[in-house]
């Protein structure tokens, strides 16, 4: 069988140079381009030397148009904008799109969603196993307490995240949220500072933060009557994610168009 066929998008930054690296070290996967934006200063670098890898026929480009008519399939570890336009070229060219990408606005979510009637495109906030498995833990554990048990959600990254509270708090808040038959968006706590005042009945709380060179820790609070649960998952390498992403590529390679999330990957089902 023919070898998966991927670009790579992101590819400079620290999960796409993961990505690269982890297709190299792969069965049944190749690399056939690598993307960037206009401005980055590794346009025309070799992706794979950039990632650790021997020297390799390529370079990194800013116009994805030409990799698409090579391409089964695009791992996109970039920025909103650049993954609402290659959502849209993926649907256009009818291949799987695999988004990591973070800080997604609901506009950009809602193009995605578009995208995804004509492509099968797999979006998460985290694309680890664990992860998943911890919010699949997330909604039942939220299931079982009922609104008794205030929820509060921790996360700490490495000190160039740009974005808060992460892709991986908000994907554990919406599994809680989706418990509870609420709208997270109508029932969060994302900024405490001064006199607050009690916290309010049924809020999702989450604090974020930052510091060193941390991968990504996650714990989820349950905080009750005289006890609390901790449900915690600590990435130590940024491999899990990059497995996790091309794992997803495969997964969806065949699949009909639409929205899919690592649950379904996973096979996690609703949790």
């Not at 979006?123 to 833990?137: D, E, F, I, T, W």
Request: glycine content about 12%; hydrophobic content about 50%.
């Amino acid at each position: 069988m023919a070898a998966m066929r991927l670009i790579v998008s992101g590819a400079a930054g620290r999960m796409g140079r993961m990505v690269v690296r982890t297709i190299h070290e792969s069965d049944g996967l190749t690399l056939t381009g690598a993307l960037e934006r206009l401005d980055s200063p590794w346009l025309g670098a070799d992706p794979a030397v950039l990632a650790g890898c021997p020297a390799s026929s390529l370079a990194i480009v800013a116009d994805p148009l030409r990799l698409l008519l090579e391409a089964d399939a695009i791992v996109d570890f970039s920025s909103p904008a650049a993954s609402v336009e290659l959502a849209g070229l993926a649907a256009q060219a009818r291949i799987v799109d695999v988004i990591g990408t973070t800080g997604l606005s609901a506009d950009d979510l809602d193009r995605i969603d578009a995208a995804a009637r004509h492509a099968p495109i797999v979006r998460s906030g985290n694309m680890s196993l664990g992860v998943n498995l911890l919010a699949a833990l997330t909604r039942r554990a939220a299931l079982a307490l009922g609104p008794d048990f205030d929820i509060e959600i921790v996360e700490m990254h490495h000190r160039m995240k740009v974005d808060a509270p992460s892709g991986t708090a908000l994907l554990l808040g919406e599994a809680a949220a989706a418990a509870r038959s609420v709208a997270l968006k109508d029932h969060s706590a994302r900024g405490r500072d001064g006199l607050t005042g009690a916290r309010r009945k049924g809020d999702i709380g989450f604090a974020s933060l930052r510091g060193g060179t941390i991968v990504g820790d996650h714990s989820v609070i349950f905080a009750g009557e005289g006890e609390r649960v901790v449900l915690s998952h600590h990435a130590e390498d940024r491999a899990v994610f990059a497995r996790g992403a091309l794992h997803a590529a495969l997964w969806a390679n065949g699949r009909k168009p639409g929205l899919y999330s690592m649950a379904d990957v996973l096979g996690l089902g609703d949790g």
